[in-house]
């Protein structure tokens, strides 16, 4: 069994996304993910207080890889295609990373800290206030995140469906909301 020592606080957060992705949340344990990285469960506190601190971590992980993919849209687009970009990337994360989505979007009590979260979004509401202009760009934002996380927990929990391409209802939507904005 490696010392306590020989593991990270990011090889204890990134082994944790692993579980989650692969079992859904409610599976996770410190005890498994203890024997998952062959150390004893008391050994994960010297990195982690608790599974809440552990939780928080991870949803901070999460949304720092789903900014990353926002971050990844090509800049030179105009506003309005890098915009429908962003939201069709958060989109495909949402759909290749289930679990570990919902949990970060889910858990009120794990968010991570309230700063650095409106620093992660602070670039996405300035794409968005070239569209709509600096004085709405927030309500804009609020209205944008609010359709396109709505629409995805819609879908990831299977309740959309009376049939039709939810791709292309994806798109509609986008393009319907950002012309509102118009």
């Known amino acids: 069994m490696p010392y306590p020592s020989q593991i990270s606080r990011e090889e204890i957060i990134t082994t944790a996304i692993a579980q989650i992705a692969t079992n859904g949340v409610h599976a996770l344990s410190l005890g498994r993910l203890a024997k998952t990285l062959g150390v004893s469960t008391p050994s994960l ?37 890098k915009l429908a970009a962003i939201l069709n990337a958060q989109r495909v994360f949402a759909h290749a990373n289930p679990h570990i989505y919902q949990l970060a979007f ?20 300035e794409s968005i206030g070239e569209i709509v202009g600096t004085t709405h760009a927030l309500a804009a934002l609020r209205g944008a995140i609010a359709l396109v996380h709505g629409f995805i927990m819609l879908e990831l929990n299977d309740q959309l469906r009376r049939g039709g391409d939810l791709s292309a209802d994806f798109q509609a939507a986008i393009e319907a909301y950002l012309r509102g904005w118009s």
């Open 45 to 81: 506190y010297r990195h982690i207080a608790n599974k809440d601190e552990l939780l928080r971590a991870v949803n901070l992980a999460t949304l720092e890889r789903l900014f990353a993919k926002f971050a990844s849209v090509e800049s030179d687009l105009p506003a309005r295609e």
């Open 106 to 125: 889910t858990t009120p009590n794990n968010r991570p800290d309230e700063n650095l979260l409106v620093q992660m979004v602070q670039p996405l509401q």
